[in-house]
């Protein structure tokens, strides 16, 4: 089992300046406590998401760290010129000397991707030919490519990543259906949800590996969770009820004001409701541990995603937490998933 961190960047306490610099406090953290990747999202006016160009942050992060893994989880490739961002990518591996992670996505949001004029029915498209074109140019120094969104006829790109061909690639999966494509194309995966969703989805994700004759080391299969550590049950539950309120205020914002309900995540609104659907554990680091032994263990995932800042909680609060399960926690969940 490795260990991530993942991070909305939604609005908290703090003046935004301030905020950035705490989560780089915590970057930091993490990288001491050994963790393989931070993984950032991207989110278009709302509180949810304060990186709305996550490669600025991870650039700092990029400087702050020197072994810990990062990036975006995901770039909205709907909203992406791909050249441009395949210079971006090209730029954060170099500056990171390879420590690149390159999530990518559609956008899950209509209302975001309406803001910058993009339909909803246009994601899918104009995401699979913005993946065509980064990943072209990530391998080639000219680039031409035909289309229904995007033409280029023999564009000179000047960079390269240091990872080759591309740096890895991470998608986040809701359905057994998406489990093919990545599987085949040897793409990490992110999911959430009971141990039986869980198991569904690797377990598909297993199948469609082995039926492509793919070998080698198995990709990442992530669980994520938000983690509430403190030194009893009730201190670490109110605190997450406390936190998560704010954080799901956020979240559901834009889906509010449009009249809408979430695509493809089930969030409850409470902790509570979190806890029950398998999406997040509060507690002590014995309480923590065990709940996730238990879910990582009968999900068949071998990646471990944690939320650690999220909502109003302070950064004494989440370092709490961190030190608690890099302590306590990991040690013991680190044996499960061993042997893929």
């Keep these: 089992m490795k260990f991530g961190v993942f991070d909305h960047m939604d609005r908290g306490p703090l003046p935004l300046g301030e905020q950035y610099e705490a989560r780089l406090r915590l970057v930091e953290a993490y990288e001491r406590a050994g963790f393989h990747a931070y993984h950032l999202a ?37 909203l992406h010129h791909p050249l441009r961002l395949a210079e971006e990518i ?51 120094s000219v680039v031409t490519y035909s289309g229904k969104h995007f033409r280029f006829s023999r564009v000179p790109f000047e960079l390269s990543p240091v990872q080759r061909p591309h740096p890895p690639l991470w ?22 949800g009971h141990a039986d969703r869980l198991a569904a989805l690797t377990g598909a994700y297993r199948a469609h590996w082995a039926a492509s004759g793919n070998s080698g080391p198995l990709p990442l299969l992530g669980m994520r969770a938000f983690v509430v550590i403190a030194d009893t049950d009730a201190e670490a539950l109110a605190i997450a009820r406390r936190a998560y309120r704010v954080w799901f205020s956020s979240f559901i914002k834009l889906w509010d004001e449009h009249g809408t309900r979430p695509i493809n995540a089930d969030f409850g609104d409470s902790f509570d409701a979190v806890m029950k659907s398998g999406q997040g554990v509060a507690g002590t680091p014995e309480t923590v541990r065990r709940t996730l032994a238990a879910q990582a263990s009968a999900g068949g995932v071998n990646y471990l995603v944690c939320r650690f800042a999220f909502g109003d909680l302070t950064l004494a609060e989440s370092l709490r937490s961190l030190d608690l399960f890099a302590r306590d926690c990991m040690p013991g969940l680190a044996r499960i998933g061993e042997g893929g």
């Design 42 to 78: 991207e989110h278009h006016a709302t509180p949810l998401g304060l990186s709305p160009s996550p490669g600025v942050f991870l650039a700092a992060v990029a400087q702050r760290t020197r072994r810990l893994r990062f990036g975006p989880l995901v770039y909205t490739l709907a």
């Design 90 to 140: 090209c730029m954060l591996d170099q500056m990171s000397g390879g420590r690149l992670e390159l999530g990518i996505g559609r956008g899950i949001s209509p209302h975001e991707l309406g803001y910058y004029g993009v339909a909803a029915e246009q994601a899918h498209g104009l995401y699979t030919e913005a993946l065509d074109v980064v990943l072209l140019a990530l391998t080639q």
């Design 171 to 192: 998608y986040g999966v809701a359905k057994p259906e998406s489990t093919e494509w990545t599987a085949r194309n040897r793409v990490n995966i992110v999911c959430g």
